[in-house]
């Protein structure tokens, strides 16, 4: 029910955030005309030179104070619980999303399918599937914002941050840059194109590149050298990075991390941060020698090469190497 | 309304009473509670150095272990031991004042003094050994190795902390030179003590900002 | 409106603090912290008009979605001036330094504050960093917006940055030196029987904002010295090529500047329950559940700062964690604004300009408190943040909250600082006005927040225009209704009538002494009772 709004529901997370929303809308609407009458009719009743009864005035009530700071209290705590459950649902991408890479930078968004067809300023998503978009940043921070959908995420330099939905009509709906980047952050938009499954598979042919990503990512694998330490028959010592993608992985201080998208990009450029147990800091650091479309495709390489099909539940902000 | 009690607190004591305070009492509780509101002020401004450096060194810990070897750990705790022994001293110098002992108070401040001195100078020292190797962020700054980002980020943080800190101990410093002036003038006594009190309070919080300063920038990865 | 000064010596037989020296020379130099008040006011008059015509253009430029009047690059350094220039040079230092240095001594019975020379330093460091900011804004601009994220105001904007936060850097100092100050006055100089709990709750606002200014701001201080040096020197602590972070700068940012809001709103509140108090001739209600909210809004305000930050990429726990307090959070302004109603119950009410601001406030201030709560909701927050549904919620607060709230004050406490009457068909009109064109200006904004038109946008989509008409509409209103004040209030310095002690026959101590007070303050003790004693006769 978005009566009230010419914004479409455009998402199956769309009506609950609405419907929680509406709720709070209204619990405050109730409040402010509750309190607006009461001003108004004391105002009145109580004015200067009327006749009403001002005898017996209380100037302070425990009972009164607790009964209007618990029952807020209470109702917060409801509407917060209730928001928990939405929120979760929001950052949690069902296990089968399909993964699409976002990358931004002043001032465009571009987009990358695994299977090659490359974006600008759109992103051709079909109906009634989850997406999962897993997003970086060439510079500054920026935000993909969709609002028929109800998402917002912001886009970071360095990591990957993640966003999620599953379109529920058909149509054009404006994607906004939603947190200030510089000169032309205004004109950083585009559109999400929600096709029916059949025209988007036909959008796919029609639009796929010279190369499915994880081909590039293989490509990349070869002439960069990674093959050299990393191939079967390497004479240096390398962990084995066929079906790495998504398994735990032991560092040389005790701990374990997922290998997820984050995992291997910092691995590539930072290879001396977290040094995995049993081999030695060898590696050469990639920095500066790879774009981030670059450090996607070898990420859509060794996913290619392992059975998880996606992105590990924990990605970005729920690693085990977060910090906040 | 308190003109005879200020006058009073003037004739007997040489006690200047501000026009806005009662009496000499008030007046002196007035300044110590400020110091220590400063004090407070103080901890928060550092804190954020701190709080940064404690997640840096989180993120990077062998980092950081490397670039702590850099320092110079003879002078770091040769300036940590001429702290302490400065706090010390202008503590016995702040109860020297209280006693009267004008004289042994203005050699002991001018020893805390002379230790501040002592300190800066030895920073210095520590500042130009490492901008002979090279150590210097943005500006001169050759490491190389696996680290080098987070030896790079160390050492931001180490000239903030220490550059602050060094600013504070210098302006300590100059207002301790005043007061020894002060001092030996006669200025202060048992009924005067307010600013050397607060100014001893000062230096201790100089002196203990640095005390989490040297274990953080001087020994970390120091103890295998 | 009753004077009742039969006891007091005639005014005009008395010097007041305003006809002892009149040289430019004496007030640059004066610790009179009643004359240091005055000298705020001017400044912060100015730099309201300033930031007042940055939105000017900001609104005009928004009637059209392709933007008026503005290219990208001015309008953004437009936006980036009007939030720098409101929030630290008006907004922070405005009923604190104002009202809060002319009444704090009087309301508790002291002859100054506890460090007048202190004071003094705090409006030179004030009037140093905004001039210096403000001509680095007007020098060629700057374009990070107020929040000066990063890596963008590190390492890619090309403008003053530098020059901008070392501005601030100094402000800022101003405000920890005045609540340094303000703390030991009122633990240190509260004249004998004026206990904690007979104490003004204007006095415990500006206790509690203190304390806040006191602990946060040195924070900013040292955040905004790290972008200096990170620009300087090209050094990441928040640099991510370099392994840095920007979402430690967004923490320490917010850090302080979740709690600066409440350093903009305690001050209002004050002001505010002191006015109700006085129009409705009745103590306010619920006297120690107002202190203590006054002390959880201070204390919990700390604890929320992440809410800024759900959608930044910070984890989905630590957003939780923030959630849940900034509903806490809540309810202390709750209670207030309950209690503020309450107050109203068996009173005895007119409506003069300052009870029509205070009033106002109290319905502006619950919109746009409620609205936050809304906000709180993480769940909520992902499509609303960064829109302008957030422009409206703290507009609301700030402008519909803060700024009436100091308008209220100057109205309300005018006879007492300058010895003059205002106009009041013309206040009781600009009050109204100034209502009316607010409302008009941000509750659009609400809907096209919601509608979903980001903030900080040069131009828009077409569909968005309507409601950004409305808003610019609404804006004009807003700047006549600002306008006249200053004209009527000017006015009223040299043809408004004499005021007497206390014309509104009100009961704090300020009204115990001559209209304008005398340097020292006061000539004869003032007499001390319970906070709001309205059922007892005026002393």
């Given at each position: 029910m978005s009566a009230l709004s010419s914004l479409p529901q455009a998402s199956t997370i769309a009506p609950q955030v609405d419907a929680l929303f509406w709720f709070m809308l209204a619990l405050c609407v109730i409040v402010v005309l509750g309190v607006l009458i009461a001003i108004t009719v004391y105002s009145v009743r109580?004015?200067?030179?009327?006749?009403?009864?001002?005898?017996?005035?209380?100037?302070?009530?425990?009972?009164?104070?607790?009964?209007?700071?618990?029952?807020?209290?209470?109702?917060?705590?409801?509407?917060?619980?209730?928001?928990?459950?939405?929120?979760?649902?929001?950052?949690?991408?069902?296990?089968?999303?399909?993964?699409?890479?976002?990358?931004?930078?002043?001032?465009?968004?571009?987009?990358?399918?695994?299977?090659?067809?490359?974006?600008?300023?759109?992103?051709?998503?079909?109906?009634?599937?989850?997406?999962?978009?897993t997003m970086t940043s060439e510079d500054v921070i920026h935000s993909f914002y969709v609002p028929a959908f109800r998402v917002k995420q912001d886009v970071l330099p360095g990591r990957y941050t993640q966003l999620w939905f599953t379109a529920t009509q058909i149509g054009n709906f404006p994607l906004f840059c939603a947190e200030y980047c510089g000169l032309d952050h205004a004109r950083m938009g585009g559109n999400i194109v929600v096709m029916a499954p059949s025209d988007y598979s036909r959008w796919l042919e029609g639009h796929s590149g010279p190369q499915s990503l994880a081909a590039r990512g293989a490509a990349l694998f070869r002439s960069h050298g990674c093959s050299g330490c990393h191939g079967p028959d390497a004479s240096v010592h390398a962990p084995d990075l066929d079906g790495l993608y998504g398994r735990w992985v032991h560092l040389t201080d005790g701990s374990t991390v997922i290998a997820d998208d984050r995992y291997i990009r910092d691995a590539i450029l930072l290879p001396k941060q977290r040094l995995v147990a049993g081999f030695a800091p060898i590696m050469p650091s990639f920095s500066g020698q790879l774009s981030e479309e670059d450090l996607l495709a070898l990420i859509g390489y060794l996913k290619s090469t392992s059975s998880v099909a996606n992105d590990p539940p924990a990605i970005g902000s729920e690693s085990t190497h977060e910090h906040d | 309304m308190n003109a005879t009690v200020a006058e009073a607190d003037w004739r007997a004591n040489g006690v200047q009473v501000e026009e806005q305070y009662d009496d000499a009492a008030q007046q002196r509780e007035a300044a110590t509670l400020g110091m220590w509101v400063f004090i407070a002020t103080e901890v928060l401004f550092f804190g954020v150095l701190f709080a940064s450096y404690t997640i840096c060194r989180i993120l990077f810990p062998q980092g950081f272990a490397v670039a702590s070897r850099h320092t110079d750990m003879v002078l770091g705790t040769a300036e940590t031991a001429v702290l302490l022994i400065s706090s010390c001293l202008i503590a016995l110098g702040a109860r020297a004042v209280k006693l009267?002992?004008?004289?042994?108070?203005?050699?002991?401040?001018?020893?805390?003094?002379?230790?501040?001195?002592?300190?800066?100078?030895?920073?210095?020292?520590?500042?130009?050994?490492?901008?002979?190797?090279?150590?210097?962020?943005?500006?001169?700054?050759?490491?190389?190795?696996?680290?080098?980002?987070?030896?790079?980020?160390?050492?931001?943080?180490?000239?903030?902390?220490?550059?602050?800190?060094?600013?504070?101990?210098?302006?300590?410093?100059?207002?301790?030179?005043?007061?020894?002036?002060?001092?030996?003038?006669?200025?202060?006594?048992?009924?005067?003590?307010?600013?050397?009190?607060?100014?001893?309070?000062?230096w201790h919080l100089v002196d203990i900002v640095w005390i989490f300063v040297y274990p953080l920038i001087y020994l970390v990865g120091r103890a295998g | 409106m009753s004077t009742i000064d039969a006891a007091i010596p005639v005014p005009s037989a008395v010097h007041s603090f305003l006809d002892r020296d009149y040289s430019l020379r004496a007030w640059l130099s004066t610790r009179d912290h009643k004359r240091i008040a005055i000298l705020y006011a001017l400044g912060i008059t100015g730099f309201f008009f300033l930031g007042g015509i940055a939105a000017t253009?900001?609104?005009?430029?928004?009637?059209?979605?392709?933007?008026?009047?503005?290219?990208?690059?001015?309008?953004?350094?437009?936006?980036?001036?009007?939030?720098?220039?409101?929030?630290?040079?008006?907004?922070?230092?405005?009923?604190?330094?104002?009202?809060?240095?002319?009444?704090?001594?009087?309301?508790?019975?002291?002859?100054?504050?506890?460090?007048?020379?202190?004071?003094?330093?705090?409006?030179?460091?004030?009037?140093?960093?905004?001039?210096?900011?403000?001509?680095?804004?007007?020098?060629?601009?700057?374009?990070?917006?107020?929040?000066?994220?990063?890596?963008?105001?590190?390492?890619?904007?090309?403008?003053?940055?530098?020059?901008?936060?070392?501005?601030?850097?100094?402000?800022?100092?101003?405000?920890?030196?005045t609540g340094l100050n303000f703390i030991v006055t009122v633990h240190a100089l509260r004249i004998a029987g004026m206990t904690w709990f007979r104490l003004p709750l204007f006095v415990w606002s500006m206790y509690a904002v203190s304390l806040v200014m006191v602990l946060a701001t040195p924070v900013l201080a040292m955040t905004l010295a790290l972008i200096g040096l990170e620009r300087l020197a090209h050094v990441g602590i928040f640099d991510p090529a370099l392994g840095g972070d920007p979402l430690l700068f967004q923490h320490l940012f917010w850090f302080y500047s979740h709690p600066a809001v409440y350093i903009m709103i305690l001050p209002a509140m004050g002001v505010v329950s002191e006015i109700i108090a006085c129009f409705v001739r009745r103590r306010v209600f619920g006297y120690r559940f107002m202190t203590f909210s006054i002390l959880a809004l201070a204390v919990i305000g700390f604890l929320v700062w992440g809410h800024h930050m759900f959608v930044s990429g910070q984890s989905m726990y630590a957003s939780m964690v923030f959630s849940i307090l900034s509903f806490i959070v809540a309810v202390p302004s709750a209670i207030k604004v309950f209690n503020w109603t309450a107050t109203l119950h068996?009173?005895?009410?007119?409506?003069?300009?300052?009870?029509?601001?205070?009033?106002?406030?109290?319905?502006?201030?619950?919109?746009?408190?409620?609205?936050?709560?809304?906000?709180?909701?993480?769940?909520?927050?992902?499509?609303?943040?960064?829109?302008?549904?957030?422009?409206a919620h703290f507009h609301y607060v700030m402008v519909g909250g803060s700024v009436m709230a100091y308008l209220g004050g100057i109205h309300f406490w005018w006879p007492k600082i300058t010895g003059r009457?205002?106009?009041?068909?013309?206040?009781?009109?600009?009050?109204?006005?100034?209502?009316?064109?607010?409302?008009?200006?941000?509750?659009?904004?609400?809907?096209?927040?919601?509608?979903?038109?980001?903030?900080?946008?040069?131009?828009?989509?077409?569909?968005f225009q309507i409601l950004n008409v409305l808003s610019s509409a609404g804006a004009s209103i807003l700047a006549v209704a600002y306008l006249l004040p200053v004209v009527y209030l000017l006015w009223s310095l040299r043809r408004g009538g004499t005021a007497g002690n206390n014309p509104w026959g009100a009961r704090g101590l300020e009204w115990q002494t001559t209209s304008p007070p005398p340097q020292e303050n006061f000539l004869r003790p003032p007499v001390v009772r319970e906070a709001y004693a309205y059922d007892e006769p005026a002393p």
């Amino acid at each position: 029910m978005s009566a009230l709004s010419s914004l479409p529901q455009a998402s199956t997370i769309a009506p609950q955030v609405d419907a929680l929303f509406w709720f709070m809308l209204a619990l405050c609407v109730i409040v402010v005309l509750g309190v607006l009458i009461a001003i108004t009719v004391y105002s009145v009743r109580y004015r200067r030179g009327s006749p009403a009864d001002r005898s017996g005035r209380l100037a302070q009530s425990t009972g009164i104070e607790l009964t209007w700071t618990l029952i807020p209290l209470a109702l917060f705590i409801g509407v917060f619980t209730w928001s928990l459950f939405v929120f979760a649902r929001m950052r949690s991408p069902p296990e089968d999303s399909q993964t699409v890479y976002v990358i931004a930078k002043q001032w465009m968004w571009k987009a990358q399918h695994p299977g090659g067809q490359r974006e600008i300023n759109a992103l051709h998503v079909p109906l009634g599937q989850p997406i999962r978009l897993t997003m970086t940043s060439e510079d500054v921070i920026h935000s993909f914002y969709v609002p028929a959908f109800r998402v917002k995420q912001d886009v970071l330099p360095g990591r990957y941050t993640q966003l999620w939905f599953t379109a529920t009509q058909i149509g054009n709906f404006p994607l906004f840059c939603a947190e200030y980047c510089g000169l032309d952050h205004a004109r950083m938009g585009g559109n999400i194109v929600v096709m029916a499954p059949s025209d988007y598979s036909r959008w796919l042919e029609g639009h796929s590149g010279p190369q499915s990503l994880a081909a590039r990512g293989a490509a990349l694998f070869r002439s960069h050298g990674c093959s050299g330490c990393h191939g079967p028959d390497a004479s240096v010592h390398a962990p084995d990075l066929d079906g790495l993608y998504g398994r735990w992985v032991h560092l040389t201080d005790g701990s374990t991390v997922i290998a997820d998208d984050r995992y291997i990009r910092d691995a590539i450029l930072l290879p001396k941060q977290r040094l995995v147990a049993g081999f030695a800091p060898i590696m050469p650091s990639f920095s500066g020698q790879l774009s981030e479309e670059d450090l996607l495709a070898l990420i859509g390489y060794l996913k290619s090469t392992s059975s998880v099909a996606n992105d590990p539940p924990a990605i970005g902000s729920e690693s085990t190497h977060e910090h906040d | 309304m308190n003109a005879t009690v200020a006058e009073a607190d003037w004739r007997a004591n040489g006690v200047q009473v501000e026009e806005q305070y009662d009496d000499a009492a008030q007046q002196r509780e007035a300044a110590t509670l400020g110091m220590w509101v400063f004090i407070a002020t103080e901890v928060l401004f550092f804190g954020v150095l701190f709080a940064s450096y404690t997640i840096c060194r989180i993120l990077f810990p062998q980092g950081f272990a490397v670039a702590s070897r850099h320092t110079d750990m003879v002078l770091g705790t040769a300036e940590t031991a001429v702290l302490l022994i400065s706090s010390c001293l202008i503590a016995l110098g702040a109860r020297a004042v209280k006693l009267d002992q004008n004289r042994l108070a203005a050699g002991l401040l001018a020893g805390t003094a002379a230790l501040g001195l002592a300190f800066l100078v030895m920073h210095g020292f520590e500042y130009h050994k490492e901008y002979a190797e090279h150590l210097i962020p943005g500006v001169d700054f050759m490491q190389r190795g696996p680290q080098a980002q987070a030896v790079e980020l160390f050492f931001c943080l180490y000239y903030c902390i220490t550059g602050f800190h060094s600013l504070h101990v210098a302006i300590g410093v100059s207002v301790i030179l005043v007061l020894v002036v002060r001092v030996l003038r006669g200025s202060y006594g048992s009924q005067r003590y307010t600013t050397p009190e607060l100014t001893a309070l000062y230096w201790h919080l100089v002196d203990i900002v640095w005390i989490f300063v040297y274990p953080l920038i001087y020994l970390v990865g120091r103890a295998g | 409106m009753s004077t009742i000064d039969a006891a007091i010596p005639v005014p005009s037989a008395v010097h007041s603090f305003l006809d002892r020296d009149y040289s430019l020379r004496a007030w640059l130099s004066t610790r009179d912290h009643k004359r240091i008040a005055i000298l705020y006011a001017l400044g912060i008059t100015g730099f309201f008009f300033l930031g007042g015509i940055a939105a000017t253009l900001i609104r005009l430029n928004l009637v059209e979605p392709n933007g008026l009047l503005l290219n990208a690059e001015t309008y953004n350094k437009a936006f980036t001036f009007h939030g720098v220039v409101m929030v630290w040079f008006f907004l922070i230092p405005s009923i604190p330094a104002t009202l809060g240095n002319f009444l704090l001594p009087l309301m508790i019975g002291a002859r100054d504050v506890a460090f007048p020379r202190l004071n003094l330093l705090s409006w030179y460091l004030y009037m140093a960093g905004g001039l210096f900011t403000v001509a680095a804004l007007l020098g060629g601009g700057v374009d990070t917006g107020w929040t000066f994220y990063t890596p963008f105001s590190t390492m890619f904007s090309n403008t003053n940055v530098i020059l901008v936060v070392v501005g601030v850097f100094v402000a800022g100092f101003s405000s920890i030196l005045t609540g340094l100050n303000f703390i030991v006055t009122v633990h240190a100089l509260r004249i004998a029987g004026m206990t904690w709990f007979r104490l003004p709750l204007f006095v415990w606002s500006m206790y509690a904002v203190s304390l806040v200014m006191v602990l946060a701001t040195p924070v900013l201080a040292m955040t905004l010295a790290l972008i200096g040096l990170e620009r300087l020197a090209h050094v990441g602590i928040f640099d991510p090529a370099l392994g840095g972070d920007p979402l430690l700068f967004q923490h320490l940012f917010w850090f302080y500047s979740h709690p600066a809001v409440y350093i903009m709103i305690l001050p209002a509140m004050g002001v505010v329950s002191e006015i109700i108090a006085c129009f409705v001739r009745r103590r306010v209600f619920g006297y120690r559940f107002m202190t203590f909210s006054i002390l959880a809004l201070a204390v919990i305000g700390f604890l929320v700062w992440g809410h800024h930050m759900f959608v930044s990429g910070q984890s989905m726990y630590a957003s939780m964690v923030f959630s849940i307090l900034s509903f806490i959070v809540a309810v202390p302004s709750a209670i207030k604004v309950f209690n503020w109603t309450a107050t109203l119950h068996k009173g005895d009410i007119t409506f003069e300009a300052p009870m029509l601001y205070a009033l106002g406030f109290v319905g502006l201030f619950m919109m746009g408190g409620l609205t936050g709560l809304i906000l709180a909701a993480p769940a909520l927050d992902v499509p609303l943040t960064d829109t302008y549904f957030v422009i409206a919620h703290f507009h609301y607060v700030m402008v519909g909250g803060s700024v009436m709230a100091y308008l209220g004050g100057i109205h309300f406490w005018w006879p007492k600082i300058t010895g003059r009457t205002y106009p009041e068909g013309w206040a009781r009109s600009a009050a109204v006005l100034m209502f009316f064109g607010f409302n008009l200006t941000f509750f659009p904004q609400y809907i096209l927040g919601y509608e979903g038109m980001p903030r900080r946008y040069h131009s828009y989509l077409p569909e968005f225009q309507i409601l950004n008409v409305l808003s610019s509409a609404g804006a004009s209103i807003l700047a006549v209704a600002y306008l006249l004040p200053v004209v009527y209030l000017l006015w009223s310095l040299r043809r408004g009538g004499t005021a007497g002690n206390n014309p509104w026959g009100a009961r704090g101590l300020e009204w115990q002494t001559t209209s304008p007070p005398p340097q020292e303050n006061f000539l004869r003790p003032p007499v001390v009772r319970e906070a709001y004693a309205y059922d007892e006769p005026a002393p």
